[in-house]
């Protein structure tokens, strides 16, 4: 248990259909991650949040939508996905370099992640 | 672009054995992070060196970073069942980057 909770754990959707994953968070982190994981690919980082605010966004296609309505939670929103897109979807987060009264270097907490089906 | 690459990409051992796993990257690193990840979990954190530190242990754990060779090294002496898995490392080049490899899949037969 590492403190990050990602629902749903599987998804099946169609190519048409809309839905979202949630990431939770209770750590006191102010940064938080998607990262996508293919079979036999490295993880791709998708989106990153910093202190709430979209600091990277890595040429991802605009059927992903971030959203992170405060510091503890973190959406992604699907519409229209493709088939390639089925993959697993790990959320993080972690405590930024700098932050006051910290020493973290960036470690990552991951969530178990929602394993999705594109049909 | 990538940063991290680990070598084997797959490894067979018997309970007992030790496990060597290696790493290099491209770019200047900031420090270099080891994690674990069970089939079809999340990624737990393993392990943390920094750029100035040449070697770390933590537990069957132990990590070395060569920084002119842009290379690391994850040994896990007497493994166990328990720690098949994939290994992989990340560098942060960036505050708030953390670039993974490919991964080493353990597998550790009884």
């Known amino acids: 248990e590492t403190g990050v909770t990602q629902t749903p754990r599987h998804l099946v959707m169609g190519m048409t259909n809309k839905k979202s994953l949630k990431c939770e968070q209770h750590?006191?982190?102010?940064?938080m991650y998607w990262y996508k994981q293919s079979a036999k690919k490295p993880l791709e980082l998708m989106f990153v949040?910093?202190?709430?605010?979209?600091?990277e966004n890595n040429s991802v296609p605009s059927r992903f939508s971030p959203e992170c309505p405060n510091s503890s939670h973190l959406f992604l929103h699907l519409h229209t996905l493709q088939p390639e897109d089925s993959a697993l979807y790990l959320c993080?987060?972690?405590?930024?370099?700098?932050?006051?009264?910290?020493?973290?270097?960036?470690?990552?907490?991951f969530g178990e992640g929602s394993r999705l089906t594109v049909l | 672009s990538q940063q991290g690459e680990e070598d084997p990409q797959a490894l067979s051992i018997q309970e007992g054995e030790n496990a060597t796993m290696n790493c290099s990257y491209k770019?200047?690193?900031?420090?270099l992070q080891w994690y674990r990840q069970n089939s079809g979990r999340g990624l737990v954190h393993l392990i943390l060196i920094r750029s100035n530190e040449r070697e770390k242990h933590s537990g069957r754990l132990r990590v070395t970073l060569d920084t002119s060779k842009k290379s690391s090294s994850l040994l896990i002496t007497a493994s166990r069942a328990a720690d098949t898995a994939s290994y992989f490392c990340a560098t942060v080049w960036n505050t708030d980057k953390l670039i993974f490899g490919t991964g080493t899949r353990l597998q550790v037969f009884p």
């Open positions: 949040y910093s202190l709430e605010e979209r600091v």
């Open positions: 750590l006191g982190h102010n940064a």
């Open positions: 993080a987060s972690s405590l930024l370099p700098g932050t006051s009264g910290s020493s973290n270097t960036g470690e990552l907490f």
């Open positions: 770019t200047s690193i900031n420090n």
